[in-house]
């Protein structure tokens, strides 16, 4: 291949991106009631790791997932990306295309073509010329089997093509973590695997930290290295558990003996908090 | 025909679509010249069959010969000019403030909480109901035209604006910032293309309003206009005259109408509505 994408997406980070979680906690005060989000959490991600965070919905993953990408602040505790700090109580990174984030309902913008979505991050950051964005853009495209969508607008095509374009639009900045909002959870169970097939691809190919967050036990066994079970509100750490599947996985992995006993053994866990989070009135995570 | 062949022009964006286009207007002309033949049929048929109250209005064959008398004067050409002229820089104004108001109400919770009260004070007041603080307030009858004309369609268009703001997903922003946008870029590069949908409605809604008041203020208070000519016609008991000056009314407010809607499509290719 004349222009190999896996270069444009990887390599330049290999050794970077080593997060550390050092007891952050987050207190949201919206109308002088102090509500508690996350509690003395504390984590640690190895560079080029895939960690899946699951718990029930509305626990606080997002906030911690937030704070890592520089949306939020949090009130104690810091946060380490490569030994720097990136937030603490007083200090917050402004959010950077080291860190992208893919959101849950999508958010490539319904006003710009697929390619124009797509180059947007090496354009504004003045890291490529256009024409040297949309070449790329181009072969990235055409490595995930979606040559030819380039023009259309986010409107025209599938939620799974929306979605792979999106983290297209991410990896396209090399960054050195992937942030992945529940990312396929308005996905069906067809289109959910195809996407799984596609995140794993581009893993192998250039592996980068990635936190995954989601509600579904089975996708986090399936991509993840690690996956870490959070408690109901307010988010504590409940289990860190290392999947230990070889790579590249294939979806005859999910009948395995050791995927079995590691999904046995999970939700047990996953249950309990998903049951407190019920029983305190919270929605119930599938 | 103008109108199409801009349409067809500006839509240079694919054959595809141009075609598209294309297909969606001969559908469009053909169920129109139906309505249209089948409204002017039944017109016809009631003024014939004498029912009652209808039977005052002329034929349209009167109504027709009175358009042919008109269309010959050069007053009828200076009332349709009077009319879009004033249309065309109110509205104009009225866009020109109200976008960027709309905008920042919608995106500065301070700055909404500030203005809102008033707004929404002032807001159902009828334009209408301004025509006489206007005529008193503005040196000459044409400012106060002006005037009237620029308020009916404001609010529509800052409220249109701010609620289109306040509903633009957050995800945007935020990716738009991860990707590497600087804080200054979010009000142009994401405020401003996520708000467009709801500027086009805002512009659609408030050329409609704006003609509504439009029209009332020429026949209180101009000296020309369609609205004025209309009303003249009235005042001489010259009953087929003042049906051409509402069809008159009428085709110049269709006509701005698909002005808006054009302009629209233009701007935002990702959203086209037939």
Redesign the interface.
């Known amino acids: 291949m004349a222009h190999k994408p896996a270069n444009v997406t990887g390599e330049a980070n290999l050794g970077r991106g080593n997060i550390s979680i050092e007891r952050v906690s987050k207190i949201y005060e919206p109308f002088g009631a102090r509500v508690s989000a996350v509690d003395n959490c504390s984590l640690s991600i190895d560079a080029g790791q895939f960690v899946a965070i699951v718990g029930p919905s509305g626990c606080g993953k997002t906030t911690l997932l937030n704070a890592i ?3 939020d602040t949090i009130t104690s505790g810091a946060i380490l990306l490569d030994g720097e700090v990136i937030s603490a109580q007083r200090k917050q990174i ?4 080291d ?3 893919v ?5 490539l ?4 073509t697929m390619m124009a979505n797509i180059v ?2 090496p354009i ?2 003045k890291k490529m010329a256009r024409r040297e964005a949309e070449k790329i853009a181009i072969a990235l495209l055409k490595k995930v089997g979606l040559e030819g969508i380039q ?1 259309k ?3 025209e095509v599938s939620s799974g093509m929306q979605r792979r374009v999106e983290i297209l ?2 990896l396209i ?1 090399q960054p050195t973590v992937m942030l992945l909002d529940e990312p396929f959870r308005a996905l069906d169970a067809v289109a959910k695997s195809v996407m799984h097939r596609f995140l794993l691809d581009l893993f192998d190919d250039s592996p980068r930290t990635t936190i995954f967050i989601t509600h579904d036990l089975e996708e986090a066994i399936f991509l993840a290295d690690k996956v870490i079970v959070m408690t109901t509100r307010p988010a504590r750490v409940k289990v860190v558990h290392e999947i230990e599947l070889p790579r590249p996985r294939t979806r005859a992995i999910i009948g395995s003996e050791h995927f079995m006993r590691t999904k046995r053994s999970l939700l047990d866990v996953v249950h309990e908090e998903a049951l407190k989070a019920f029983q305190s009135g919270e929605r119930e995570m599938a | 025909m103008s109108v199409n062949a801009l349409k067809l022009r500006g839509s240079n964006v694919g054959g595809k679509i141009s075609s598209y286009v294309r297909g969606a207007l001969s559908v469009k002309t053909l169920e129109g010249i139906v309505s249209l033949v089948a409204f002017v049929a039944l017109w016809q048929a009631a003024v014939s069959l004498r029912i009652p109250y209808i039977s005052n209005l002329p034929f349209p064959g009167q109504v027709w010969n009175s358009l042919g008398e008109a269309a010959g004067t050069s007053g009828y050409w200076l009332s349709w000019v009077a009319s879009l002229k004033r249309i065309l820089i109110s509205f104009i104004i009225a866009q020109v403030v109200g976008v960027p108001l709309g905008l920042f109400m919608g995106m500065s919770k301070p700055f909404r909480q500030l203005i809102f009260p008033v707004f929404e004070i002032v807001r159902p007041i009828p334009p209408i109901a301004w025509i006489p603080l206007a005529i008193l307030f503005w040196p000459t009858e044409e400012l106060s035209i002006y005037a009237l004309t620029f308020i009916g369609p404001f609010f529509v268009i800052v409220l249109n604006v701010m609620q289109g703001v306040a509903s633009i997903d957050q995800s945007f922003k935020r990716a738009a910032l991860s990707l590497g946008a600087k804080p200054s870029d979010i009000f142009w590069k994401i405020m401003l293309p996520g708000a467009l949908p709801s500027i086009l409605t805002g512009m659609t809604v408030g050329i409609g309003v704006a003609w509504n008041v439009l029209i009332a203020a020429e026949m209180i208070a101009g000296r020309n206009g369609l609205g004025r000519m209309t009303w003249e016609a009235y005042t001489n008991g010259n009953i087929p005259l003042i049906i051409v000056g509402m069809i008159s009314i009428g085709v110049a407010g269709y006509l701005c109408s698909s002005l808006v809607r054009l302009i629209g499509e233009n701007c935002m290719p990702w959203q086209r509505r037939f």
């Open positions: 990408a520089g949306f402004r959010p950077g295309p860190r992208v984030v959101f849950q309902n999508g958010a913008f319904p006003w710009k947007y991050g504004k950051q023009d607008y986010p409107g639009r991410a900045n």
